[in-house]
């Protein structure tokens, strides 16, 4: 009889201990929504875009513009998600807050046999009207340990600058003379609006290390698959041109280091690097109702950029 009754605790311990393992498993095989967390903070932006104009057939360079952003305020936020341990899922995004210290200079090399630039124009009255980037990004963690992890990355972005262009002064060629003609434009004058969109998905590899309340990752990111676009009015002229950067990469790398308060509130700053190399393409000109398309290599277009961020982050 008491073997029996042995027999019969053992086989509910057994039934127990099973049951708990696989409940455990199910656990850890199940999506797990919760523990997401929420970033807002701020930033600045520093960096250049460049336009330029080409000969297609000579492959000759004839105009350059400068488009620069100087200390414009962004503001930051991202939603990150870690449904699986070994899988984390992020929705982040920046926009520009005011215009900064943006300036625009254009170079023009149209004297024949001439290696230095012709004209010039300078507009220190040029505002960043608009600066955003959109990134959704998926992190597959293959390596993981208590106190540092490392995977890869697949994500897509979506990044837009838009600038306009008052005022300025120029220095110019005229048919008599080299650089001969100087003068200012009309203040608040609408000169050019420039444009860049790049659209692009990436792949990369990220990694991250804690100690004690600190916490430091840093990724890099690149990408051949660049859909980059450029548009550029010039108002004086009503001429408008569009443009696309084919063969365009992007390169970008990210440091971060933050401060957990507690388990639920943290403090993190970031630096970002991002490159857009040039892509070349065909140009599309409308003047006065007349459309013209010039293919080859006529137009190009870049963007490089660097952004510092502080940003508080809250772990439900």
Known sequence: ???????????????LGGAQAAAQLEREASWNWQGAELSLGLGYLTGRSQEKVYDPQSGAKISQLFWEIEQA??????????????LGLSLSGWTKLDSGNSTM????????GEGAWSDRSYHPDTRLMRAYQVDAAASFWLLR???????????????????EAKGGSYTYS????????????????????????YKAPYLGVVGRYRWGDW??????????????????????????????????HLRAASLGLAYSFSERLSLRGQVDYQ?????????????????????GDAGG????????????????
């Open 275 to 295: 490159e857009f190399s040039e892509g070349k393409g065909k140009v599309r000109i409308d003047e006065g109702g007349v459309r013209e398309i010039v293919e």
């Open 73 to 86: 305020p962004t503001l930051h936020a991202g939603l990150v998600v870690e449904p699986r341990p070994w």
């Open 1 to 15: 009889m008491r073997a029996t009754n042995s027999l019969a605790m053992a086989a509910v311990v057994l039934w």
């Open 174 to 197: 005229s048919d008599f003379g080299f650089r001969d003609l100087q003068g200012n434009f009309p203040d608040g004058e609408l000169g050019i609006t420039y444009e860049q969109t």
């Open 145 to 163: 340990e208590d106190d540092w992890q490392l995977g890869l990355l697949l994500g897509y972005q979506h990044t837009h600058y838009k600038w």
């Open 215 to 248: 916490q430091i990752d840093a990724s890099l990111r690149g990408s051949r698959w660049v859909d980059a676009e450029d548009y550029d009015i010039h108002h004086q002229r009503d001429t408008t041109f569009t443009g696309t950067g084919e063969g365009s």
């Open 105 to 112: 200079t254009d170079y023009d090399w149209l004297v024949e």
């Open 301 to 316: 277009m870049s963007n490089r950029t660097t952004q510092g961020s502080l940003a508080l982050r809250y772990r439900f």
